[in-house]
């Protein structure tokens, strides 16, 4: 019997694997055309597509992750140290028979990010002393039984001026709207796109350095999630699918710089920075948020 003529040897495999035919699919003896979507997502973008058992683990830390919010929450006021806010959250993951993801990740010092006003992301903790007015982002990811859940929330230390209540809400509804952008077919510009069109319509700006991520077993893995980009671009996203969301914006421009100690990623120009984070999984009619918290 003659073979199906799918491609030529040497051409690219259609399964868009990048590797020519002869040494993929037809060396696999199987049409590219039975390559189910798991195959195709895991070779064309190494996206591991999470089954049921999977995403049930992801959100039981994810129940863990945003509980270990609110009492970070509840903790946060005037004199309270960063450092006080990674022991209680440090504590309350080894109790929950946890583990701290950031903790020697990379070489991170600590259990947990603190952010404090102008700083974007990865704070360390240290013995600053948050004052009234000021706005801290706690960033927790806990792994469970194997699996990580990512999440964190920009809080106000007491009273706080309207330019930071400013900033939070604009983070918080840019959050908000990209979860809007998230079912299948729609693709991971479409995300970017309702958080860029949203935030820089309110007059803050949207970093670019740091982005969303696939997340499982694994901290940080594929694919990218941009917070900023194009309607229509980039991968259409399946159910199944799990990554973060997690827009920084900023009041001010979007440049940043990164403190000697290699983590601290401050606003460039000064300006106070809020983000908040969420885990999420395409479903088949839009998604589920994995660490859930009301915005
Ligand atoms: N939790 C951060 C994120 O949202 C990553 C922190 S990495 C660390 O992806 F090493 F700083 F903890
Ligand atoms: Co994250
Ligand atoms: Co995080």
Same mark, same amino acid.
């Given at each position: 019997?003659?073979?199906?003529?799918?491609? !030529?040897?040497?051409?690219?495999?259609?399964?868009?694997? %990048?590797?020519?035919?002869k040494r993929c699919c037809m060396l696999n003896q199987r049409s590219p055309h039975d390559l189910s979507?798991?195959?195709? *997502?895991?070779?064309?973008?190494?996206? &591991?597509?999470? /089954?049921? &058992?999977?995403?049930?683990?992801?959100? &039981?830390?994810?129940?863990?992750?945003?509980?270990?919010?609110?009492?970070?929450?509840?903790?946060?006021?005037?004199?309270?140290?960063?450092?006080?806010?990674?022991?209680?959250?440090?504590?309350?993951?080894?109790?929950?028979?946890?583990?701290?993801?950031?903790?020697?990740?990379?070489? *991170?010092?600590?259990?947990?990010?603190?952010?404090?006003?102008?700083?974007?992301? $990865?704070?360390?903790?240290?013995?600053?002393?948050?004052?009234?007015?000021?706005?801290?982002?706690?960033?927790?990811?806990?792994?469970?039984?194997? *699996? *990580?859940?990512?999440?964190?929330?920009?809080?106000?230390?007491?009273?706080?001026?309207?330019?930071?209540?400013?900033?939070?809400?604009?983070?918080?509804?840019?959050?908000?709207?990209?979860?809007?952008?998230?079912?299948?077919?729609?693709?991971?510009?479409?995300? %970017?796109?309702?958080?860029?069109?949203?935030?820089?319509?309110? !007059?803050?700006?949207?970093?670019?350095? #740091?982005?969303?991520?696939?997340?499982?077993?694994? #901290?940080?893995?594929?694919?990218?999630?941009?917070?900023?980009?194009?309607? $229509?671009?980039?991968?259409?996203?399946?159910? !199944?699918?799990?990554?973060?969301?997690?827009?920084?914006?900023?009041? !001010? &421009?979007?440049?940043?710089?990164?403190?000697?100690?290699?983590?601290?990623?401050?606003?460039?120009?000064?300006?106070?920075?809020?983000?908040?984070?969420? /885990?999420?999984?395409?479903?088949?009619?839009?998604?589920?948020?994995?660490?859930?918290?009301?915005?």
């Amino acid at each position: 019997m003659k073979e199906e003529l799918i491609a !030529g040897r040497n051409d690219l495999c259609p399964c868009g694997s %990048g590797l020519k035919y002869k040494r993929c699919c037809m060396l696999n003896q199987r049409s590219p055309h039975d390559l189910s979507v798991a195959d195709l *997502y895991l070779k064309n973008y190494r996206i &591991k597509l999470k /089954t049921a &058992k999977d995403i049930a683990g992801i959100k &039981k830390a994810g129940k863990l992750v945003v509980d270990t919010l609110w009492l970070a929450k509840e903790f946060i006021r005037p004199g309270v140290t960063t450092n006080d806010i990674n022991r209680l959250v440090h504590e309350y993951t080894i109790k929950n028979g946890a583990r701290p993801a950031p903790l020697n990740y990379r070489g *991170y010092p600590k259990s947990t990010c603190t952010s404090v006003n102008e700083v974007i992301c $990865h704070g360390i903790p240290s013995d600053r002393v948050l004052l009234e007015g000021d706005i801290v982002n706690v960033d927790v990811t806990s792994i469970l039984e194997e *699996y *990580y859940a990512d999440a964190n929330m920009t809080f106000f230390v007491g009273e706080c001026r309207e330019d930071a209540h400013k900033i939070v809400n604009i983070a918080r509804e840019s959050l908000k709207r990209a979860l809007t952008a998230v079912k299948p077919d729609n693709t991971i510009g479409d995300i %970017g796109h309702e958080i860029q069109r949203y935030a820089e319509g309110q !007059g803050a700006s949207v970093v670019r350095e #740091f982005i969303g991520h696939g997340i499982g077993k694994v #901290f940080h893995e594929p694919p990218d999630i941009p917070h900023f980009g194009k309607p $229509h671009t980039g991968i259409t996203l399946v159910p !199944g699918m799990v990554f973060t969301i997690e827009p920084m914006v900023n009041l !001010g &421009k979007r440049f940043l710089r990164v403190l000697d100690d290699q983590w601290t990623a401050v606003t460039r120009d000064g300006s106070l920075s809020a983000q908040f984070e969420q /885990t999420i999984v395409v479903t088949e009619n839009g998604y589920e948020v994995l660490t859930p918290y009301d915005l």
